[in-house]
């Protein structure tokens, strides 16, 4: 678990993780694999419907999970079984622990449990002098070896057949086969089966705790879980109170996504329902002493916190993990405490504090992959900002916070400053003044060598706007441009291209000179105050009326004005304003193809072997057919692999965590290299420096180029 002081320490974590070659080859193999096999299974469904029907349950269980706590205890006591409250992980350990202990029990089994993971309930219960044994297998082999899990669903994918082997053979005291997998799993059920049959007492956690009936279920894969709950003279269930659901049916619904989105199946190999405490030879009049034990643990404080609130529909599928690039590159012993990935980001901090979140909280890369395959339409990146936000409110700003906070609140001042740095940056560029040289690592973060970083361009868009406009008498569409700061001040070739494709093709282009960059570099450092302000001046820079689309060449800036804007400025009198100007945000590439109606009889196909890098925030808006039919119609398009993975910018992130921007944007230049392209096309500024900046620290003789290039370049 990662547990880090300080980010000093936290990036020595990183790096132990990054130097772990098992690790890196089989979290890569899995994520690969992962994604084909979700396609596949999810083949013929409304996914979006399904996810959207989870949501609704989910949600509004979250907001009853009172009444429905007794609803189910109501419920649960007329079939006999114990029902406690917990308001926290320590009074459920207490309230487990006092049960152990009347029923003279002393040989404690258990299944997996995340609840469980969550309060330490394991360690608790040895302080008691209680003997815990888990029994799912993964579960059990990281309790031999006192780590946590990391995965939720798959403990152990961090360890190796042959680490296991040695493990058993230290256990068992006997050689055992390093190659054999199975024989290894017959070793975990010949010393798990003396567990089964002396123990006094199982836990198991829930799935589903099904207020009409009473009734807990579980998913499962191994069979242990059944015999957990079925063998020993006691059974204590422990489930936060999100597990509440109304009813079997709902139950049901949920079932449809869990597995498939948790191990690509379309249902795990045994769901269990248990309604009421069952038979028991040797306990109390025959039947089984049978406990639930609900947790609170914050939950109820979540459910009515309009930012948070959202977290409760988590259903502990893990896919937010196996679809991380961050996740998949330093696993979940590094990215995350108790919980892993994406969500563990949020619930350490809403479970556990700020002070194990500090650190954690800051490895998110927002490529938004996670929100993609929630299996409740989660929007874990806009719940990790809001927790930076939030500490940045009580613990105060970082260094690099108030600098940047102070710039950027002052459009004036932002444009000063850059301006400043374009005339002193000349002794520090290289390759005829297009790179600077590698700055110190005090003054980015961390060390940049890994790529080549950018100069500012000798003059701005906004200084080149009226001399490249040629507005036609006629126009069919009139568009305004949203520049952001990327495009504006480094690369303004990207956008003077655009203003050609625009121009020739009948567009009336204006440039609004008041603008400023787009806030979400803010966001992602936290500085919510000055991202509200950067917001309002954005809206208040355009006359949205006037246009027929505003159009931005940085797939990042889109996602952010287009879906970040109306959410941010809903309680602020910008709100309406903010509607109108984020419904005619569109990017480049999409006007062109499905406004202008642009086809392959529009240009000259050059002779061009092109590759494709999607961008995070482009996937996210759903854009790509788009991209790749432009491709097709002027160049010779050859698709690399993983396209739509991240490249590993990120914005601050690539200053922030370095090491592990190198590694994503490595990968990315290898597998664009291994189409033979000669050109690497995208849609983002961004994505363009890491690449590019990548492929030249590394003497790549491959190209970067944004869409607008290439299409200006075959225009007939």
Avoid at 50 to 74: C, G, P, R, W
Avoid at 370 to 397: F, W
Avoid at 668 to 682: C, D, P, Q, W, Y
Wanted: with cysteine; glycine share 6%; hydrophobic share 40%.
């Amino acid at each position: 678990m990662a547990d880090a002081k300080n980010m000093k320490e936290y990036h020595g974590q990183i790096q132990e993780a990054l130097d772990d070659k098992f690790l890196r080859a089989t979290l890569d193999k899995f994520a690969v694999e992962y994604k084909a096999n979700r396609v596949r299974i999810f083949e013929g469904m409304d996914v979006d419907k399904l996810v959207s029907e989870v949501a609704d349950i989910k949600d509004n269980a979250a907001q009853h999970m009172m009444e429905l706590y007794e609803q189910f205890k109501t419920e649960a006591e007329k079939r006999g079984v114990h029902v406690h409250f917990a308001s926290t992980g320590a009074e459920a350990n207490r309230i487990i622990a006092k049960i152990a202990k009347e029923n003279d029990c002393k040989n404690i089994i258990k299944s997996k449990s995340m609840t469980a993971e969550e309060i330490h309930l394991n360690s608790a219960l040895e302080k008691e002098g209680l003997r815990v044994v888990e029994t799912d297998l993964g579960e059990w082999i990281i309790q031999l070896r006192h780590e946590g899990p990391s995965h939720m669903v798959m403990p152990a994918i961090h360890l190796s057949r042959h680490q296991v082997a040695d493990l058993f053979t230290d256990v068992t005291k006997v050689q055992q086969d390093r190659e054999d997998i199975q024989k290894l799993v017959k070793v975990a059920r010949k010393e798990l089966r003396a567990e089964y049959v002396n123990a006094d007492m199982g836990i198991s956690g829930a799935n589903f705790a099904v207020a009409e009936a009473g009734l807990i279920g579980t998913a499962t894969n191994e069979g242990n879980l059944r015999l957990v709950t079925t063998m020993p003279r006691v059974h204590v269930v422990l489930a936060g109170l999100e597990k509440l659901i109304p009813t079997v049916a709902d139950a049901l619904k949920v079932l449809q996504v869990l597995p498939r989105n948790a191990t690509a199946q379309a249902l795990t190999s045994y769901i269990t329902w248990i309604a009421g405490a069952n038979e028991c030879a040797t306990g109390p009049d025959g039947r089984k002493e049978m406990h639930i034990v609900f947790l609170d643990n914050g939950r109820l404080k979540i459910a009515q916190d309009p930012a948070f609130k959202d977290i409760l529909r988590c259903v502990r599928c893990g896919a937010c993990a196996n679809v991380c690039p961050v996740y998949r590159l330093i696993g979940g012993h590094k990215m995350g405490y108790v919980y892993i990935g994406a969500v563990g980001l949020a619930l350490t901090y809403l479970y556990h504090g700020a002070d194990k979140a500090r650190a954690l909280v800051q490895n998110c890369i927002g490529c938004e992959s996670c929100k993609n395959v929630c299996s409740a339409g989660i929007d874990l990146p806009r719940i990790t900002r809001e927790i930076r936000s939030r500490l940045v409110k009580s613990e105060g700003n970082s260094a690099a916070g108030s600098v940047m906070s102070m710039v950027m609140k002052d459009r004036d001042r932002f444009h000063s400053l850059l301006k400043f740095i374009k005339f002193s940056q000349k002794p520090l560029t290289v390759k005829g003044g297009k790179f600077i040289r590698h700055l110190p690592a005090v003054l980015m973060g961390g060390d940049q060598s890994f790529r080549q970083l950018p100069a500012l361009a000798p003059k701005s868009f906004r200084q080149l706007f009226e001399k490249v406009v040629n507005n036609p008498a006629q126009p069919k569409f009139r568009v305004a441009l949203f520049s952001g700061c990327a495009q504006d001040f480094v690369y303004p070739e990207q956008l003077v291209a655009a203003v050609r494709v625009l121009n020739r093709h009948g567009v009336h282009v204006e440039f609004p000179l008041k603008q400023t960059c787009c806030g979400l570099p803010l966001e992602m450092m936290g500085q919510r105050e000055t991202s509200l302000q950067v917001c309002s001046q954005n809206v208040n820079a355009f006359e949205p009326g006037k246009y027929d689309a505003i159009i931005t060449l940085c797939a990042s800036c889109a996602g952010h004005l287009k879906h970040g804007y109306p959410d941010l400025l809903k309680d602020t009198e910008d709100r309406y304003r903010a509607g109108i100007f984020s419904s005619k945000v569109m990017d480049f590439t999409s006007f062109v193809y499905n406004k202008l109606g642009l086809r392959a009889e529009d240009f000259v196909k050059t002779n061009e072997k092109v590759t494709y890098h999607s961008p995070c925030h482009m996937r996210n808006m759903g854009i790509t057919e788009e991209p790749r039919a432009l491709l097709n119609m002027v160049a010779d398009y050859a698709p690399a692999a993983e396209e739509d993975v991240c490249c590993g910018f990120g914005g601050t992130f690539s200053v922030k965590f370095p090491e592990l921007s190198a590694e994503i944007g490595r990968k990315k230049l290898r597998n664009s290299e291994a189409t033979g392209a000669s050109i690497i096309v995208t849609d983002c500024p961004g994505c363009i420096m890491q690449i590019r900046g990548v492929a030249t620290a590394n003497d790549s003789p491959i190209k970067v180029e944004h869409m607008s290039e290439l299409l200006a370049r075959a225009m007939k």
